[in-house]
């Protein structure tokens, strides 16, 4: 008979064998589909893989960039899941603090000091990513909603008002996006430190992560957190105000996906598109569970997606490969990683029968 039961907790240098091996069998599997399918020597697509990301100084700052946003949405989303608040909304809440960056942006870039605009982007953007988290935790905390289902639909009401609104400033007229938003003055773009145009953003988001662990490990917040996603009536019965955890958590969890939507818009694509946050809403969610909500952890699971998706796309342009190929590939990748996590959690061991037949007896 198979046994499956659920482990104590594995040491680390353990579970971190566990992760690599199932990486290595991942590689060689992948090596094997890529020589069956395309004829294509397995080591070249790993040596094309590692210089997706790693090929050029300029492709590093992006790889760097790209882990930056994506661990910045994780983050947010890491208090929201731990309290078991099933947090779907990374994206809307992405937009719409993207939305009201590039508003102030427009209506106030020459109107204001840009020491004042940047001020106004910063607040404006945290204000918009909390009041929409805040929706649905107001909602969850008064009538018991299903917050899956709701912040997953708010994440469509948002799409639609980014959609309204680029039509509104679209420049040149018909043509249905904004462009380079104060091209010619810079008017709110964040500073660049040097000549490197992604490093402000990556060291904001370097001072979150180790705010965040903070705000988890060894705050009151953070333990009522913790409390509540253990169980809700336990929390009930030490005194903890359930709704008013709720609440103050989706706030937090909203005004740094916000944040977030200002760093993209401010910090590196100066315009706004409805497909500006890019799936990192949803990506985030796996990000955040694949480091057990860990801030720090968030690092190298961010790394690993953004690796294999810069890799993926390198593959894809040098062999002329359908990007679904790539895809496949990493897919496999994931695959394997994630299901490394059931060994690690849960212990599988195997009984006879009979032992079985005794232990029902006893």
């Known amino acids: 008979m198979i046994h499956i039961a659920k482990r104590k907790e594995m040491p680390l240098l353990q579970s971190m064998a ?17 020589t069956i399918l ?32 994506l661990l910045c949405v994780s983050l947010a989303l890491a208090p929201a899941f731990k309290m078991k608040f099933w947090n779907l909304g990374g994206e809307g809440q992405v937009l719409m603090g993207a939305l009201a960056t590039a508003a102030c942006m427009i209506l106030l870039g020459d109107k204001i000091p840009n020491g004042l605009l940047i001020l106004c982007m910063i607040v404006s953007s945290i204000v918009a990513g909390a009041v929409w988290g805040l929706i649905p935790a107001l909602f969850k905390a008064r009538w018991n909603t299903n917050e899956t289902l709701f912040t997953l639909m708010m994440n469509y009401v948002a799409t639609q008002i980014v959609a309204y609104f680029i039509i509104v400033w679209e420049v040149p007229k018909g043509s249905g996006k904004i462009g380079i938003i104060n091209q010619s003055t810079e008017a709110g773009w964040l500073p660049q430190i040097g000549d490197y145009k992604y490093l402000l953003n990556i060291i904001l988001v370097a001072i979150i992560t180790v705010l965040m662990y903070i705000y988890i490990k060894y705050t009151k917040h953070g333990y009522e957190i913790s409390v509540v996603g253990e169980s809700t009536n ?69 790394f690993l997606l953004v690796f294999m998706e810069r890799g993926a796309s390198e593959i894809s342009t040098i062999y002329a490969l359908n990007q679904s190929f790539a895809d496949i590939l990493t897919g496999i990748i994931l695959f394997f990683i994630i299901g490394s996590e059931f060994f690690i959690t849960y212990r599988v061991y195997f009984t006879k029968k009979s032992e079985e037949v005794e232990k029902a007896d006893v």
């Open 234 to 302: 336990t929390a009930r019965y030490v005194g903890i105000n359930v709704p008013k955890v709720i609440i103050r958590t989706m706030l937090l969890s909203g005004a740094i996906c916000g944040f977030a939507g200002l760093l993209l818009v401010g910090g590196t694509d100066h315009t706004l598109t409805t497909t500006i946050a890019n799936s990192r809403g949803f990506t985030g969610v796996m990000v955040a569970w694949l480091a057990k909500f860990n801030p720090f952890s968030m690092i190298a699971s961010s």
């Open 38 to 69: 395309t004829g294509l020597n397995p080591i070249d697509v790993y040596v094309t893989f590692f210089s997706g990301a790693f090929g050029s100084a300029r492709k590093i700052w992006i790889l760097l960039q790209e882990i930056a946003i």
């Open 18 to 34: 566990i992760r690599g091996l199932s990486v290595v069998l991942a590689l060689v599997i992948c090596g094997v589909i890529t």
